[in-house]
C-alpha cells in the first residue's frame, strides 16, 4: 500500500534559520507529491506540488524537489518567518488507484508541527 | 469567491445524540471527502464520494454516515455507533482530469461530545 513519512516534531527554530522537513514515501505506481499547510484553527492548504521524478514545486519561498531514488520529497526554506509556524502534511497520490474519474484519495502523513520564534 | 464552507465551526454533542456536519462547494469540483483529524495521528479517511449519488467508505467510516445528493453538497452525520466523536473534521474536494492538482479544504468544525 501506499504510505508517507514525516519527521517527527514538533520543530522549533529562530527566526531566519534554515529549515528542512523530512518526507518519505512508499508507493505502488507513480505518484504525485504535495506539501499541505495547516494554520491554527483552520483547514489544510496547498503549499506546493510535484507530480514526476525530479520536478521542483514552489511557493512563498518554501521548495521541495521530487527524488525518485531515495523516495523522498523534502520540504526546505532559507530563512523562516515567525508567519510560517505551523503544522506541515506531507502526501502523495497515484493516479488509477481509486477509479478513472481522475480523483486519487490522499494519503498524508502524520504532520510535523513547526514554531518559530522571533 | 470560490471555495468550501463547513458548518458550525464548533459542535457539541451529548452522548447518544446524531449530529450532521455540513460541508458546502462551489468549486465545480466531482469529488468530495472527509476527513477526521486528532492530535498526533494526522489525517484519516472517513467518507468519499467522486460524482452525485455514489459515496465510498474510506479508512475509518464507522459510525458515521454521508449522501451526495447535489454536486455541491456532502454533509456528514456523526451517529451515536461513534465511540470517541471528539475531533476537528475537515471537509476537501478535488476536481477530475489527467492532471492532480490536489484537494482544497474546508476550515473545518471542531466536534466535542459533552
Known amino acids: 500500500g501506499n504510505s508517507v513519512t514525516q519527521m517527527e516534531g514538533p520543530v522549533t527554530l529562530s527566526e531566519e534559520a534554515f529549515l528542512t522537513i523530512n518526507c518519505t514515501y512508499t508507493?505502488?505506481?507513480?505518484?504525485?507529491l504535495f506539501w499541505y499547510v495547516q494554520y491554527p484553527g483552520e483547514g489544510l492548504q496547498l503549499l506546493l506540488k510535484?507530480?514526476?521524478?525530479?520536478d521542483k514545486g514552489s511557493n512563498k519561498g518554501f521548495e521541495a524537489t521530487y527524488r525518485k531514488e531515495t523516495t523522498s520529497f523534502h520540504l526546505e526554506k532559507g530563512s523562516v518567518q515567525v508567519s510560517d509556524s505551523a503544522v506541515y502534511f506531507c502526501?502523495?497520490?497515484?493516479?488509477?488507484?481509486?477509479?478513472?474519474?481522475?480523483?486519487?484519495?490522499?494519503?498524508f502523513g502524520t504532520g510535523t508541527r513547526l514554531t518559530i520564534i522571533p | 469567491d470560490g471555495g468550501i464552507t463547513q458548518s458550525p465551526k464548533y459542535l457539541f454533542r451529548k452522548e447518544g445524540q446524531n449530529v450532521t456536519l455540513s460541508c458546502e462547494q462551489n468549486?465545480?469540483?466531482?469529488?468530495m471527502y472527509w476527513y477526521r483529524q486528532d492530535p498526533g495521528q494526522g489525517l484519516r479517511l472517513i467518507y468519499y464520494?467522486?460524482?452525485?449519488?455514489?459515496?465510498q467508505k474510506g479508512d475509518i467510516a464507522e459510525g458515521y454516515s454521508v449522501s451526495r445528493e447535489k454536486k455541491e453538497s456532502f454533509p456528514l452525520t456523526v451517529t451515536s455507533a461513534q465511540k470517541n466523536p471528539t475531533a476537528f473534521y475537515l471537509c476537501?474536494?478535488?476536481?477530475?482530469?489527467?492532471?492532480?492538482?490536489?484537494?482544497?479544504f474546508g476550515s473545518g468544525t471542531r466536534l466535542t461530545v459533552v
Open positions: 476537501a474536494s478535488s476536481i477530475s482530469g489527467f492532471e492532480n492538482y490536489g484537494y482544497t
Open positions: 508507493a505502488t505506481g507513480y505518484p504525485s
Open positions: 510535484a507530480t514526476k521524478a525530479d
Open positions: 502526501a502523495l497520490s497515484v493516479r488509477g488507484q481509486v477509479s478513472n474519474f481522475g480523483n486519487e484519495k490522499l494519503t
Open positions: 468549486l465545480n469540483h466531482d469529488a
Open positions: 464520494s467522486q460524482i452525485v449519488n455514489d459515496f
